[in-house]
């Protein structure tokens, strides 16, 4: 959409450089959503250094993995280059299901699809050091979970206040799960 409509990305570029510039925090990153193509994530690195932004100094381009597509093409976006990629469970799912987690319960229990098809990726992930964080309702799915600590995420968004007091405990049985296993 930033790419179709640039009005939409220039307010954007303008609200981050006034936080980062404007109000010294420089601690912030900027992550680029839903992309379907590196082709894509080329011309809107393209457009955001026309507007001064490009990775260099302490700023990072996080990138969204949204669509089968990123995974199957996760070389080319590292060709591309990024710093970090932000993983949405729910919409992987639903691409590779055919269903919403919403759904109900028996859906999310479907998970083993999405574990095999994002497996080789962590690989690549970590051999090019590429943080990884996880978003989406599955994300504190105990087989999805489990598999997550398992291959060393970054890091866990949680939407509600819910999720957010529940995630220690679902990392901690998760770890649980694990050490048991390995016994």
Known sequence: ???????LLKEAVEAFFFVRVKKNLFNLELAIPYLRSSEELMEIKRELL???LSR?????????FKVP???????KYLEVGFDGAILDLDFLQK????YDVEEGEFYKKQVQTLI???????KIFHQHKIPVLVKGSLNLYP?????LVEKGIWGVVVNT????????????????RMVMKRL
């Open 1 to 7: 959409i930033y790419l179709i409509e640039k009005s």
């Open 50 to 52: 026309s507007m001064g």
């Open 56 to 64: 260099k100094g302490s700023l990072k381009f996080w990138i969204e």
């Open 69 to 75: 597509e990123n995974f199957i093409n996760l070389e």
């Open 95 to 98: 691409s590779l299901g055919g």
């Open 116 to 122: 095999k098809f994002l497996e080789p990726g962590f």
């Open 143 to 147: 087989d999805v979970l489990e598999f």
């Open 161 to 176: 206040a819910l999720e957010a007091d529940s995630a220690p405990d679902h990392l901690s049985w998760a770890e649980k």
